[in-house]
Each structure stands twice: as C-alpha cells, then as structure tokens.
C-alpha cells in the first residue's frame, strides 16, 4: 500500500506539533477521562493540617524543653572570638569566603545563587523534561566537558577541594549514562534526568557540603577541625 | 475516617499536655523550696520573725548598675535572731558597708541576676565573674578603695606594697604606683667581681634571701654572657671614679691589722648599720645584707661607697657617716675579714663568647632589665609586660592558660602567675620573684581589685596625693645627705621606720633634740631599727634643729598647766591605777616593755604633746598601738601633771 | 444540656459570628470553609491525592505554622526586651531567671526560627524537583524565593537582639560581607543597616524594628500573595 503520509512516533510535542489519531473498528472512540477523587476540605484537609501543625509543635515544645539557646558573653567588640562564625545558614557562603576573594565569596556567588533561584522557571532549559542525553549526545557532552573542565580550572586555582570532590564525583555520575545506555535501574533513572535537575542538586550538594564543613568542621583560624575535637 | 478521629484526638491531648509543661515547671522552681524551707525555719525560733512572703527579692543599686536577686534566698540577713544559722538563711556579718545600698556581687561577685544556686554562684558557662573565693574577697575592697592601706583589708594592703616593692610597674603599667629606688648598674664592672656576678645572676636569693631581685632562670650560658657583659660597664654616674685606698689601711704587721678591725667593729656597731642592714640574716631589713660582702666587692670600693654613698648610687638612702679616713681603713679590714663568703663557688670555666656584648645586650633587653636599672648607653624599653591597670576586668577567655591545669579562673591564674610565672607559656619572660603562697595570693587579691568598672566618684577612695615636700637650703642639703627620708616621714614624704617628724618640734624639747643627734639612744630597746650615730659637727646639728624647731611645729598642740604637787598625785593615781600605764611603760625599771620608759619623760616631750597624746595618740600617730582612754580634760591634765615631775 | 446547646448555636449572635451550621453535612462543611476568613483561601472540595502528605510534605503548610509560632512567642517576648545596649543582654538574663516561663519562650522562638530556615529551604526544594515551578507558577516561584530570603533576614536580624558574643560577632561578620560590594555601594549599604561603621547601639535598633516590624509584614504581604496565588493556580 502506497503511503502518501508519514507518521512519525513521538511524544515530543516540539518535534512532532500535529498529532493525528487514529480509530480503528475495533476499538469505540471515547475520551478516558481521568476522574479525581474529590473530598470535601472540611474535616479531610483541615484535620491533617491541624494535627501536622499540632505534632509540630509538640515536636519544638520538646527541643523546647530540653536544648537552651545559646546565651553566650555580653558582647564584646574589643574581644573578636575565633573563630568569629555568623549564624549557620551562612557558614556556607563564610566557607566560600575563605577560598575566594570577598568580592567573589560574599557579592558575586551569592548574587548569581539569589538570581539563578529567581529566574529558573524562565529558562527553557528547566522546562524540559527529557535526559540530558537524550538529544544530541555528542554536542552536550562537548560543552559539558568544557564546562566541567573549566569549573575544575577555577576551583583548582583557588584550591576550593571542598567544592571541585563533589563536583567531579557528580560529573562522573552524569557521564555514567552517556556511556551505560541502559534503561531501567539507577543507571537508567540516571539518564531520564534533565540538564536542570542536575545543575539543582548539584547546588543542592555544594550547599549542604559548604555549610555542613563551615557549621562543623571549622576551628580557630577557619583551619580544618574534627567534630570530635570541638564544634566552635 | 476513625483513624483519623482518633489521630486528632490523640495529637490534640498530647499537645496541649505538652503545652503545659513548662508552667508547671515554673511552679516548682529552686528558690520557692528555700522561701518555704525558711518559713518552716523561723516558727521554730524563740524570736519572732516575720516570715517570707513568696517571690523574687532584688537588691537594685542603680550607680553601680547591679541588680542582686541572692536576698531571694538569703532571707536573714539582717535578722540577728538567724546568726549561725544554716545557709542560706543565716545572717550576715557585720561590715560596714549596708547590704541595701551596695549590694551583694559588687564585693562577692557571682551572677547577681540569677535566681538558682549554680548560676548565682557564677561558675557556670559564659559568666565572667563568679563568686570571689573567700581568700580573695578583699579583691572586692580594691575596687573602690584606692589608698594604699585599706583598712579591714589586710591582705589586699599586703599585696599592694609587695606590687610597689617589686617594682612590678618596672615591666607593667599599673596605676597608683610608686617606681621602687634599685641601684643603678653604672659601673658595675668596677664594683663586684664576676664570680660574685654570675651566681647572683643565678640566683639572687642565694645570697641575700630578702633581696627584691627576681630570679630570671637563665641558664649557665646566658649567665656567662650577661655576666661579661655587665663586667664591661666599668665606669660611674657623672665621671665617678675610685679613689685608692688611704695609706692608713695600709698594715705592716699582725698588731697593726687587729687593731685597725677593732676600730672598724667599733665603728660600725656605733654607726649601727644593722639598723638597716642585716649581717647573714640578723638585723634591718631595709637594706642589702653585708654577710658576704667583702666577697662581692672590694675593700677599695667598700672605702669608696661608705665615705661618700651618693657618689655611686646618686638617689640610694644610705647617710653620709662622717667617718675619718682612719675610721673607714678600720671598717673596710673588719669588713674584708669578717664579712667574706670562702664558699663562694668558682663559676665554670668559660671562655667569652665573642658576641657578648651583642647577645647580652640582647638578654638585657628581652628581659626589660632597664625596667628596673638603670645602665648607661642602654635606652629605655619601656613596659614589656602587660597592663595591669585593669587586670581584674579580664576576661577568661582573654587568657591563654596553656598546658597549666590549673582551675581556669582569673583568681587561680593570678595566683598561678605569681607563684609560677612562667607555667602557661614556653616563650613567658616573667621573672620569678620567689613568692610564698600568702604573699602571691595578696598579689593576686590586690590585682582582681585592679578592675575598670564604673564606681561613681562619690563611693571611690582616693589615695592622697604623693607629697612634694622637698626641704631645701643647708637643712635640705644635710635630709639628703642624711638620707633621712629612708626612715622618716616629713611632711607626708618618707618611711615610716622611725618617728614621723613633721610635729616633732611640737613633741619633743629643744635641748633633748641636740642631745639625741649627738647621743642617739633608741627609745624602744627593743626594736632593731635605731638611729645612728652620724658623728655630726655641732653646726649641723644647729641647722637641723633650727629648722625643725621653726618647721616641724602645730600651734594648736600647745598646752601649757601648771604643775601643783594635788594634780601630780592625782595623776600618779590614775597612772597606777585607774589607767594601768605600767603595764606597758616603765619608771624607775618597774613596769612592762610595749612602751617607751618614761623616766625623765619631761625633759623629752612638751606638756601640750604630752596631754594631747594622752588624749588621742592615735590623732597624733595614726599607728600607734597606746589604747585611747577618752580621757577626760581634767584627767589628762593630771596625768599630764605627774609626767612633767619626772625630770 | 443538649437543648442549650442547640440554643446557643441558633441564637442570633451566634449566627451573626457564624453563618454557617456545625459541619455535620456537606453543605455545611462547604459553607465551613466558604464563609471562614482562615479557611477560605482552601477550595471546599480538593483532590484526594493532594492532601497525601507525601504528595507536599507539608513543608510550606509547616513553615507557615512555625511563622504563626514565631509571631506569638516573639510579641510576648517584646513585652521583656529593650533593645538598648547593654539592657538587652540583662534581659536576656532576665528572661532566663524571673520571667515565668521565660527561658522556654525564648527556646521555642529560637528553635522555631532556625527550623523555619530549613523548612522553607526543603521546600523550595520539593516545589522545584516536583517541577510545580513550571507555567503557570512561574511567577509564584519567584515570591517563594523571595520570601526564602526574607525568612533568612528575619533570622539573621533576630540573631542580633540578644547582644552576646555570639551575636555581635555573627552580625560582624555577616555584615563585613557587605563591604566587599564593589563602587562603595557596600560601604553605604553598611552604614545604612548598622547606622554606623559598626555593629553597636543603632545597629541594635535597626535591626530590632526590621526583624520585629519591617521584615514580618513584608513576609505577611507575600505568603498572602503566595498562598493566593496557589490557590489560584489549582493547589490546595
């Protein structure tokens, strides 16, 4: 039978923008339309949110009842302690200060984290949802490999080996797909992830490394302690 | 849908279960069972006691910016009935300051605010002054009592004089010191022998216990190399040198030299240089002991320093005795003989090292020995350790205690300090200055007093100011000579090692002045201290009497009475009897020895002192031990009347 | 007793207060959340897989508890703080020995507020790996990273208030991170946060009204817009 049409399988809607359907004898057309269970809010969501809130209080009342805050000496300005750490959710951006220059640790980074965050729904490239892999492999691992390569040059100047382990320790989890095509698996859930999954846990992992290091592993000097020796 | 039910009820109850927690906890805290415990206390009492009405109590006191919650416990104490009591309800002891208007922490410190018993006292995370020991609570006077000697703070006065005469402001700014005489090195290479050099270097104490030099802990080579570096500073302040020896001490025979030591012990026993001086431990302790001198010095430089002292240390105390040149050649061969050290050990053998000028000059400097000696061509390095001025503000995490394990408290690391100067650090330069325990603990309570919080002006005791009196003209000329002021007081200025003379015209007669400077005899015969015999010419001693009889004189002690025989046998009673006198003075041999003897005590003092005295001695000499009687007027007339007839 | 009730519930003050009925039927229960000022940003119908815990976690519903815990625990903290140097510290002391209950309302509202940093984090998280940014939600993404970094100021400017060590020191070093701004920018910018060149008593009064009054309503301003806007978009 001669084809005067091509049909093409896909369900990108990008590659393919005009889908036809077509029905066969065999099968009744009808549209399946998925029915949500609906239930009324009050009690069904109302309840849980008021025992989740209530369990989380009963939670803080503990901690509450048992951990003191800290009170430490009256504030000393001629007296700097050390080391002399800000508040821990900003020890991360204090360890990075302690590898880069201020203006790059304390303007720079955290300026383009803050920017990234607030223009992520904006790049295209975090609406999809394909593999990094999936569309030509061979021109993304080129620029992943220049861009990864340059990150190491950076991180390896300023000898920041908290952020470039993890960094190729990620990069070669991403490569792992690239070369194990396989689906199904770690290896296959690995290589259905987007480009901007990746670059999130990425800063997801330099995050919780950065500030797990600054919180706990920092003594005086900002030199390398062990929890075990002191918590300063 | 029960399960659920069931959930919300469930984290309903707990929560609001736990929600409670913390004020139930309130209604069972520490100091509600002690306010109860002292209730039940006082209706066991035979007094009557009002009882406590349950809640915080705080002492406010707004100008030392405190607020003291211990009287939350400390119920009694201001009840008498509660004296003895267990604590914390017993009552306090007397003092002079009221609880109400200074407070509790600001002479014990611990955490003012606190209502439990571990946080009030202090030693507790983060809290910087906990509760002074009691061995150091006179700390706390220190904080507002500035003058030298506080009273009721006997270890705190202690401590201040022992900062003052170790010159500790030689290394450390503190003030409200005093910079300390110590001899100048100028010319030292002229004056000791090295041997003598390297083992006081070594350690001063060895030969001269009492001395104030501390022991710097240096090792052989670097007591070699300061030694030959000392020994090269040979010559004097203002081109000082030494004359040679007279011919006359000079002995050709035995004979000659016997009789030339008995003219010298003579002379010094007359010059009584124990008085100040003590001979292997015996005597003053006012100056260096002569035990050993002769193998510190030569005979040469001994003839030198004793006939004319200031030549060599310009600003030392010790008098001009005008001996003879005869005199003196008698006193340096008795001196040679007998106060020679023949164990003195030979230092080992050294050969100089060739840089000792440098690297002793080195030492010299590291350990700030310009601090206290002066030495020419070697500039000032100022305060090498730090200031002390503040030092009982410190905070504990300001210090460094190192590898001591000690307590870590300021208390015990002061004391530490004192008593081992340099455990908390390897590179610590302090000397040690050979404290005992009581004395280093003094140093230590009179450094916590050293504090910069702010006492209003009102409630701080000053010292006085330092006097300037500085006599000058022929009299001037003869109290430096004399060097009077090593052991009297004039004017504010001086020692108090013997009479304070600023009233002295007002006390004693004319005549009995010119007497004693010719014959000084010690009115107390047991005191080591006495004035010495200066052999003065009669027209110095008519310069020192004209001056004193125009000078050292109060109008308002004047007192004249008429001695009749009724008011002398009047007073004879109340001396024997009512007043008990001779259980401390002495007449015609009867009576105790506390006290000076009063025979002939009229023609020594003048009636006006003699009735003022008896009055209030303590008016006139703040630290004399004669009891104040409040005598009468017409009692101490007759008293007065009986001592004017023992002539 | 029952009869009382009823009369209670039926009487017209009653009613005035609550226009609907006990929620014991389903119209009842729509009115519920219908005519409730707190409920009625919920629809009164929602999805059954939506509320699965595990489908949100709760972590924006539990942020917004923990900001609820921090409002009152912090108005009843300001009744015993003034923020003065050194007063502030005293009070703290204070708080911990006189105040009933004092050292525990300064506990929960520490805890709280450390707890809401890493809650508001995780969720940005989850709402970004869920992919729940994406059209038409874009725009309420970027309110939640703002108001991620307003909870974070919200901390950082308590973290101040009680004038220890570890608050000077920790607002010291934070605020020296602004001086490296570059033209001088954040040397202004610093002086304007501390009114001054460095952290003391005006620091303490700026930062005390931004953490208990500037910062809180811009917070309120966006979870509203926030939440609306979930809502509006189809959430619960």
Request: proline share 6%; hydrophobic share 40%; aromatic share 12%.
């Amino acid at each position: 039978m001669a084809k005067d049409f091509n049909v093409e399988r896909n369900s990108d809607a990008k590659k393919v923008p005009k889908r036809i359907a077509f029905i066969k004898d065999r099968t009744r057309a009808r549209v399946r339309q998925e029915e949500e269970e609906m239930v009324m809010t009050v009690p069904n969501l109302v309840a849980k949110e008021i025992i989740a809130f209530e369990i989380l209080i009963i939670v803080l009342v503990m901690v509450s009842l048992f951990v003191d805050a800290p009170l430490e000496w009256i504030a000393n300005p001629e007296h700097t302690p050390n080391p002399a750490k800000a508040p821990w959710y900003f020890l991360g951006l204090q360890e990075l200060l302690h590898y880069f220059p201020p203006i790059v640790g304390g303007v720079i980074l955290p300026g383009l984290v803050v920017v990234a965050l607030i223009i992520i729904p904006y790049v295209r490239i975090n609406l999809k949802t394909d593999g990094m892999w999936k569309d030509y492999p061979q021109k993304t691992l080129i620029g992943f490999l220049v861009f990864v390569g340059g990150v190491t040059v950076v991180l390896a100047m300023f000898h920041v080996y908290a952020m470039l382990v993890p960094t190729l320790l990620m990069s070669a989890l991403m490569l792992v797909p690239y070369f194990v095509r396989r689906e199904g698996g770690v290896i296959g859930w690995l290589g259905t992830r987007p480009l901007s999954w990746w670059v999130m846990t990425w800063f997801v992992v330099m995050a919780v490394v950065l500030t797990t290091i600054g919180t706990l592993f920092r003594g005086p000097e900002w030199r390398w302690t062990w929890p075990w020796n002191g918590i300063y | 849908m029960k399960r659920s039910r069931i959930a919300f009820a469930l984290s309903s109850v707990v929560f609001l279960v736990v929600l409670a927690i913390s004020p139930v906890k309130d209604m069972l805290l520490e100091w509600k069972g002690y306010q109860k415990d002292y209730n039940r206390l006082i209706q066991d009492l035979p007094q009557r006691v009002a009882p406590a009405e349950i809640g915080i109590r705080q002492i406010w006191v707004p100008k030392l910016d405190r607020v003291d919650r211990c009287v939350t416990c400390h119920l009694g104490m201001k009840e008498k009935a509660l004296a003895g009591a267990k604590e914390p309800f017993g009552a306090h002891p007397r003092i002079d300051h009221d609880v109400e208007e200074f407070g509790c922490t600001i002479c014990h410190e611990g955490q003012g605010p606190a209502t439990t018993y571990k946080e009030s006292i202090g030693k507790v995370a983060f809290w910087e002054h906990p509760m002074l020991p009691r061995e150091y609570i006179e700390a706390a006077c220190g904080k507002c009592h500035k003058e030298k000697t506080v009273t009721h703070a006997p270890v705190l006065s202690a401590g201040r004089k022992l900062i003052e005469e170790a010159n500790c402001i030689g290394c450390h700014k503190i003030a409200g010191y005093q910079r300390q005489w110590v001899p100048t090195l100028n010319g030292i290479g002229s004056k000791v022998n090295r041997a003598w050099l390297y083992a006081w270097l070594k350690d001063p104490k060895a030969y001269f216990p009492k001395t104030k030099m501390a022991n710097f802990h240096f090792t052989d080579a670097e007591a070699d190399i300061m030694a030959d570096f000392l020994m090269g500073f040979t010559s004097f302040s203002d081109s000082a040198s030494l004359d040679p020896l007279p011919a006359e001490a000079a002995a050709p025979t035995e004979a000659a030299k016997t009789a030339l030591e008995e003219l010298g012990s003579t002379r010094i026993s007359e010059a009584r240089c124990i008085s100040c001086h003590s001979i292997n431990g015996k005597g003053g302790s006012i100056a260096t002991d002569l035990g050993k001198v002769a193998s510190k010095t030569s005979q040469q430089w001994l003839y030198n320093y004793i006939k004319s002292p200031k030549r060599f240390q310009p600003k030392v105390l010790m008098p001009r005795f005008r001996f003879s040149d005869k005199d003196l050649a008698g006193v340096v061969t008795y001196m040679k003989t007998e106060y020679t050290d023949y164990d003195l050990a030979e230092p080992p053998k050294h050969t100089p090292d060739p840089q000792y000028y440098e690297k002793g000059l080195a030492l010299f400097k590291k350990y700030n020995c310009r601090g206290c000696h002066e030495l020419e061509g070697v500039g000032n390095t100022g305060e090498v350790g730090p200031e002390l001025t503040f030092v009982g503000s410190k905070k504990l995490y300001e210090i460094d205690f190192g590898q001591s394990g000690i307590e870590e408290s300021l208390p015990s690391y002061l004391f530490t300090k004192m008593t081992k100067p340099r455990v908390f650090s390897s590179v610590a330069k302090m000397p040690d200055f050979g404290f005992s325990p009581e004395e280093a603990r003094a140093v230590a309570v009179a450094l916590l007093g050293n504090t910069n919080e702010r006492i209003p002006e009102e409630m701080q005791v000053r010292p006085k100011q330092a006097s300037t009196y500085d006599p000058q003209g022929e009299f001037g000329k003869l109290v430096n000579d004399l060097a009077c002021f090593g052991c009297h007081t004039m004017e504010g200025r001086g020692r108090l090692v013997a009479t304070d003379l600023t009233q002295e015209a007002s006390a004693a007669k004319r005549d009995w002045i010119e007497n004693y400077f010719k014959v000084p005899y010690s009115l107390r015969p047991i005191l080591t201290e006495r004035m010495p015999n200066f052999r003065l010419s009669d027209p110095e001693i008519k310069v020192l009497t004209d001056y004193m009889s125009k000078v050292f004189l109060t109008d308002t002690l004047a007192h004249d009475l008429s001695v009749t025989e009724a008011s002398a046998a009047k007073g004879k009673l109340l001396y024997e009897e009512r007043y008990g006198c001779k259980g401390c003075h002495q007449i015609e041999g009867k009576g105790g020895y506390v006290g000076p003897p009063l025979d002939k005590v009229a023609s020594r003092l003048q009636s006006g002192w003699i009735f003022h005295w008896l009055k209030d001695p303590q008016a006139l000499r703040p630290e004399s031990i004669e009891p104040n009687n409040k005598l009468s007027d017409q009692e101490a007339e007759a008293l007065t009347a009986y001592l004017l007839t023992l002539k | 007793m029952k009869n009382a009730l009823d009369r209670i519930v039926r009487s017209q003050v009653w009613r005035s207060i609550f226009r609907h009925g006990l929620p014991d039927s389903n119209r009842s229960r729509a009115e519920t959340v219908f005519y409730n000022f707190f409920l009625h940003l919920h629809p009164t119908k929602v999805r059954k897989r939506s509320i699965k815990f595990t489908y949100t976690w709760g972590l924006g519903g539990m942020s917004f508890g923990l900001f609820i815990v921090l409002v009152v625990t912090g108005a009843l903290l300001m009744l015993y703080y003034r923020p003065s140097v050194p007063q502030a510290y005293w009070d703290m002391k204070d708080l911990q020995f006189v105040v009933s209950s004092g050292t525990f309302l300064r506990n929960m509202h520490r805890w709280a507020a450390h707890a809401m940093v890493a809650l508001v984090f995780l969720h940005m998280l989850r709402v970004f790996y869920t992919g729940s940014y994406k059209p038409p939600k874009e725009f309420n993404w970027v309110i939640g990273v703002v108001l991620f970094v307003v909870t974070i100021l919200l901390s950082y400017t308590g973290y101040l208030l009680p004038w220890d060590q570890l608050s000077f020191w920790g607002i010291s070093v934070g605020t020296n991170m602004i001086h490296a701004m570059p033209f001088g920018v954040g040397d202004k910018i610093a002086f304007l946060l501390l009114g001054g060149n460095i952290v003391g008593e005006n620091a303490l009064v700026r930062f005390y009204v931004l953490h208990c009054f500037v910062i809180p309503v811009v917070a309120i301003v966006l979870m509203a817009i926030h939440f609306w806007r979930v809502r509006k978009d189809g959430g619960v």
